[in-house]
């Protein structure tokens, strides 16, 4: 990550405990609601990029969020929201790498 | 709803395939079709989605290279392309609104409410007269004359309404108290004569006997005076009673034909059915009933819900009967004659004791009359009110 964004992540997260926000208002990015470990609501996504029943990848542009379990299945889905079921193992979220070339 | 909206609607299961299928999905999702239960059963991936959108993904998933199959069709537009040919479905289903929208402007039953002296047939008599049966139209009823006729016809009801419930009409009646016969026990009268006769004995139970025992009294005469005068010259007027026997007589006359008919039944009893809807009756029967008959009708409605239909059976009974026509002799018609003024006199003089009777038959060229005299002992005792000008004092108690 530059440095400018690296300062602007820090600028935020201080305002955030300060205020005491929660995250995703300020810095927006993926939201996973996990119900019961047998339903997931994953909010602010861009794309699907894998689906299959033990795994489900999901990104928007800076993170990709990884749902690990057996027998997922999407319930439902609109651009930006999709609703998982199945048992979900493992909720993964990984910071993309940002393409330098 | 949703399962509504989509049965609606139509909504197909397919089959994906490839190696972008998530990408196929996400294509699907900013594209604003609508996928919903995609998992993976079998090794394949299925999902759902609306019958008219599934060309559009079929399009995104051949952009990504994958392949997509319909698995099964569901919903009201395969239903109805199935059927499409079976146009009497429809024929049938716009008959039977068109039927009852039609029919639901016509009178399907009327019901009588309320009534205990006058009976619902005479009612409904009345009421078919002046438009009201089952197969009316209800726009051309008058329900306000009706009522009219109604109240007019028959002079016994304190209110009447008629009443609209759909096709079931109600007619609510309320009978009136008839006045009742009798002089109310405050109101002065005397006792009168009924007939003429010769007085028996005389029991006065409140009045003055103005009569006694062997006294001719014509009828209408004062037996019992209610107008009583007191040693001071004052006069009481007293609600008069009494028993007075009298000796009266009394003449019936018959006549009898030598040329005569006498109807009979048979004993003979037939019965025929007719399908009756809105008041026509269609038999249900070949050929007549051949000779004289009397007949009776009874009725089996269709209900539903406990409300009656105008849809039936009318099952008419036919008693035969015959009628013989008789030349009587003289001592046939005699004979006829003697029966019939027995049973005559068994009505006429129940409650009367008779002391002589007497026959007397003239013969003519064409029949016999008999004029049969009785000499009875009867009461004819009958109350009269007297009218006053002014309201007359209450006396209490004793006849005098």
Same mark, same amino acid.
Request: proline share 3%.
């Given at each position: 990550?530059?440095?400018?964004? +690296? *300062? +602007? *992540? ?35 996504? +861009? ?14 542009? +800076? ?25 979900? *193992? ?12 | ?5 989509? %049965? ?27 996928v919903w239960r995609v998992a993976k059963r079998g090794g394949v991936v299925q999902g ?71 009976? $619902? ?31 007019? %016809? ?12 759909? $096709? ?65 010259e004052k006069t009481h007027y007293y609600h008069a009673t009494a028993e007075v026997i ?6 019936? $006359? ?107 038959? $003239? ?14 002992? %009867? ?22």
């Amino acid at each position: 990550m530059g440095k400018q964004k +690296k *300062h +602007k *992540h820090a600028v935020v997260d201080k305002i955030n405990r300060a205020l005491d926000l929660s995250p995703d208002l300020l810095l927006g990015g993926i939201t996973v609601e996990v119900i019961s470990g047998r339903q997931a609501v994953v909010e602010g996504i +861009k794309n699907i990029l894998e689906y299959d029943d033990n795994v489900v990848r999901v990104n928007d542009n +800076k993170t990709e969020v990884r749902l690990v379990g057996t027998g997922l299945s999407l319930r439902c889905m609109t651009p930006e929201n999709i609703v998982i079921d199945g048992v979900i *193992h493992s909720v993964e979220y990984q910071e993309m790498q940002p393409d330098r070339g | 709803m949703v399962t509504a909206i989509r %049965q609606l609607r139509g909504w197909v299961s397919f089959s994906l395939e490839g190696a972008e299928i998530g990408r196929v999905l996400s294509d699907a999702a900013h594209s604003e079709l609508m996928v919903w239960r995609v998992a993976k059963r079998g090794g394949v991936v299925q999902g759902r989605c609306y019958a008219r959108e599934y060309h559009r993904l079929a399009r995104l998933a051949r952009k990504r290279h994958c392949r997509t199959r319909v698995v099964k069709r569901h919903g009201a537009p395969f239903v109805l392309n199935r059927y499409r040919w079976r146009w009497g479905v429809v024929a049938g289903a716009v008959i039977v609104v068109a039927a009852s929208l039609i029919l639901s402007n016509f009178v399907w039953s009327v019901e009588v409410n309320g009534n205990v002296n006058v009976t $619902t047939k005479e009612i409904l008599q009345v009421a078919k007269e002046n438009g009201l049966t089952e197969g009316a139209l209800k726009a051309g009823i008058d329900y306000n004359d009706i009522e009219y006729q109604l109240k007019k %016809q028959f002079n016994k009801f304190a209110w009447i309404s008629i009443n609209e419930n759909g $096709t079931h009409i109600t007619i609510e009646v309320s009978e009136l108290n008839p006045k009742p016969d009798i002089l109310k026990f405050t109101d002065p009268c005397d006792v009168v004569a009924k007939y003429d006769g010769v007085i028996q004995s005389v029991e006065p139970y409140r009045g003055k006997a103005v009569v006694k025992p062997n006294d001719f009294v014509r009828k209408g005469s004062i037996l019992v005076s209610g107008v009583v005068e007191d040693a001071f010259e004052k006069t009481h007027y007293y609600h008069a009673t009494a028993e007075v026997i009298a000796q009266v007589e009394h003449t019936l $006359t018959l006549e009898q034909p030598f040329d005569a008919s006498v109807t009979i039944k048979t004993g003979e009893v037939q019965k025929r059915n007719y399908l009756t809807i809105f008041g026509l009756r269609i038999p249900l029967f070949i050929g007549g009933v051949e000779g004289e008959y009397d007949t009776s009708d009874s009725y089996s409605w269709l209900s539903l819900f406990g409300k009656e239909l105008p849809f039936g059976i009318t099952e008419r009974t036919f008693t035969m009967k015959q009628t013989d026509h008789l030349t009587l002799d003289e001592a046939g018609a005699k004979r006829l004659l003697t029966e019939q003024v027995q049973q005559k006199e068994a009505e006429e003089f129940a409650d009367c004791k008779i002391l002589a009777r007497e026959y007397n038959f $003239t013969t003519t060229e064409t029949g016999v009359t008999l004029s049969a005299d009785y000499t009875v002992e %009867q009461d004819i005792a009958e109350q009269q009110q007297i009218y006053l000008s002014q309201q007359p004092e209450e006396n209490p108690t004793e006849s005098e």
